[in-house]
């Protein structure tokens, strides 16, 4: 729901090892394939930001202010997240998620397949996607932000914070390099829009 979706969206090749190591590299191979049918024409150019993809003013999802740097995002590293939105109302289960991800070639964005949940993927309930829990990890517990369904309207900040993102060494730069398009709409149980953000985006593996 926060801009951080995005990156952790574009960043979802990057499964905790836990995973199953066949799904991953099948998932990666179908990628470069994808990929593979032309080369982007730059890396780094895209400059993060964000818009409100809302068609109505009534969405109860509202980003008041959003920010990711370094730009371009460098695989290993440090990413420094900045948020704050509103919820006007309480989010229950389920929350029908749908993202459309898409990388650039040549001169325009290419949308990226649903493989293996991770892509251009429609989920009818993110809520049961988050683990469960029984405190939020720092720092959304330092800053009293809900990381589970249901989430209580109520305005969050996130302030300036450092995040280490995986390593990204087992992942083709062809997959990593590159200017990304995300867009996330979410739907509530009785099927009204409850908000939709979308964001661009450059990775870069070191």
């Known amino acids: 729901m926060r801009v951080t979706v995005v990156v952790l969206l574009c960043c979802g090749l990057l499964l905790p090892a836990s995973s199953k190591i066949a799904t991953r590299q099948e ?7 994808l990929f593979s049918l032309g080369q982007p024409v730059s890396e780094g150019a895209a400059n993060f930001r964000w818009d409100n993809c809302s068609s109505t003013t009534a969405a109860a999802v509202k980003i008041i202010n ?3 740097t370094p730009d371009p995002i460098t695989l290993p590293g440090t990413i420094t997240v900045y948020a704050a939105l509103t919820l006007t109302e309480t989010l229950h289960s389920p929350l029908k998620g749908e993202v459309t991800l898409e990388k650039k070639l ?7 397949p649903c493989i293996d949940n991770i892509g251009s993927c429609t989920y009818d309930d993110l809520c049961a996607l988050i683990p469960k829990t029984t405190e939020c990890p720092p ?14 309207a109520g305005t969050y900040y996130l302030p300036p914070t450092k ?21 996330v709409k ?16 450059s990775l870069k593996k070191d």
Not at 106 to 112: D, E, N
Not at 189 to 200: F, P, S, T
């Open 66 to 68: 959003g920010s990711i």
């Open 163 to 183: 995040i280490q993102l995986p390593d990204a060494s087992g992942i083709p730069s062809i997959i990593t390099n590159g200017d990304y398009h995300g867009k």
């Open 106 to 112: 040549l001169s325009t964005y290419v949308k990226i």
């Open 27 to 33: 998932t990666i191979s179908q990628l470069i394939q």
């Open 186 to 201: 979410l739907t509530d149980a009785a099927g009204h829009a409850v908000g939709c953000y979308e964001a661009y985006l």
């Open 139 to 152: 720092p959304l517990s330092t800053y009293h932000i809900p990381c589970q369904c249901p989430f209580p």
